[in-house]
């Protein structure tokens, strides 16, 4: 059965500082990978996604992520964090239009 | 394109009592997906929709039901409620051969 597992529940990072975000999944074939972000009492949204290819994928609002089939990993990444970045955000492996989740990670960002 | 929308975006039921709540999907989406987040759960799968057809089932009791119409929005209905069934029910469309799905603001499901 798939599975994710994002280790972090809570991370906090000082504006202006990079970020990381920690995934590993488990899945018998090819995984469709995305990320996801929810701020608080809202849906979620598409930050991007991995279905095939090249193993860095960019994303929007200044996002990255990279598939390592290695490490069964696709780590979230960001340069240089801002305030609004700070929500939830939850990694998810794709068995079809099923979509397994992570328990998600909080992050907080100081100023 | 307008997004997915939900309606209600929020209920009040009593144990017991039955809820129906709607989706309308981004226009040109056929599938439509039900996911349940709870804080001890998570995000959970309940079900998908395509082309009015069920294609996948989560792990769910038989009082989560849903259905889809011809112009693809979904409704899913939750009888006999319970306690527990306090969630944030999302909804999510796709086109349903791509693999990504839009999810909408969901409807905030309280049960006393």
């Given at each position: 059965?798939?599975?994710?597992?994002?280790?972090?529940?809570?991370?906090?990072?000082?504006?202006?500082?990079?970020?990381?975000?920690?995934?590993?999944?488990?899945?018998?074939?090819?995984?469709?990978?995305?990320?996801?972000?929810?701020?608080?009492?809202?849906?979620?949204?598409?930050?991007?996604?991995?279905?095939?290819?090249?193993?860095?994928?960019?994303?929007?609002?200044?996002?990255?992520?990279?598939?390592?089939?290695?490490q069964s990993s696709f780590n979230l990444r960001k340069p240089s964090v801002h305030w609004s970045d700070a929500?939830?955000?939850?990694?998810?492996?794709?068995?079809?239009?099923?979509?397994?989740?992570?328990?998600?990670?909080?992050?907080?960002?100081?100023? | 394109?307008?997004?997915?929308?939900?309606?209600?975006?929020?209920?009040?039921?009593?144990?017991?009592?039955?809820?129906?709540?709607?989706?309308?999907?981004?226009?040109?989406?056929?599938?439509?997906?039900?996911?349940?987040?709870?804080?001890?759960?998570?995000?959970?799968?309940?079900?998908?929709?395509?082309?009015?057809?069920?294609?996948?089932?989560?792990?769910?009791?038989?009082?989560?039901?849903?259905?889809?119409?011809?112009?693809?929005?979904?409704?899913?209905?939750?009888?006999?409620?319970?306690?527990?069934?306090?969630?944030?029910?999302?909804?999510?469309?796709?086109?349903?051969?791509?693999?990504?799905?839009?999810?909408?603001?969901?409807?905030?499901?309280?049960v006393t």
């Amino acid at each position: 059965a798939q599975s994710v597992t994002q280790p972090d529940i809570h991370i906090t990072v000082s504006e202006g500082a990079s970020l990381e975000l920690r995934c590993n999944y488990s899945y018998g074939a090819t995984p469709y990978l995305f990320w996801y972000v929810q701020s608080p009492g809202q849906g979620l949204q598409l930050l991007l996604k991995y279905f095939s290819g090249d193993t860095l994928v960019q994303g929007i609002k200044g996002f990255e992520a990279e598939f390592k089939r290695s490490q069964s990993s696709f780590n979230l990444r960001k340069p240089s964090v801002h305030w609004s970045d700070a929500a939830e955000y939850f990694c998810a492996v794709g068995n079809g239009n099923k979509l397994v989740f992570g328990a998600g990670t909080i992050l907080r960002v100081k100023s | 394109k307008a997004g997915v929308t939900q309606t209600p975006r929020y209920l009040i039921k009593t144990r017991g009592q039955q809820v129906t709540l709607s989706c309308s999907p981004i226009s040109g989406h056929r599938s439509v997906s039900w996911y349940q987040q709870t804080p001890g759960q998570g995000l959970q799968f309940l079900f998908e929709y395509f082309s009015e057809t069920q294609r996948n089932k989560g792990n769910f009791p038989g009082r989560f039901s849903g259905r889809q119409f011809s112009n693809s929005r979904s409704e899913m209905n939750v009888s006999t409620l319970e306690l527990g069934d306090s969630a944030l029910y999302l909804c999510a469309s796709s086109s349903g051969t791509v693999y990504e799905q839009y999810f909408g603001p969901g409807t905030r499901l309280t049960v006393t």
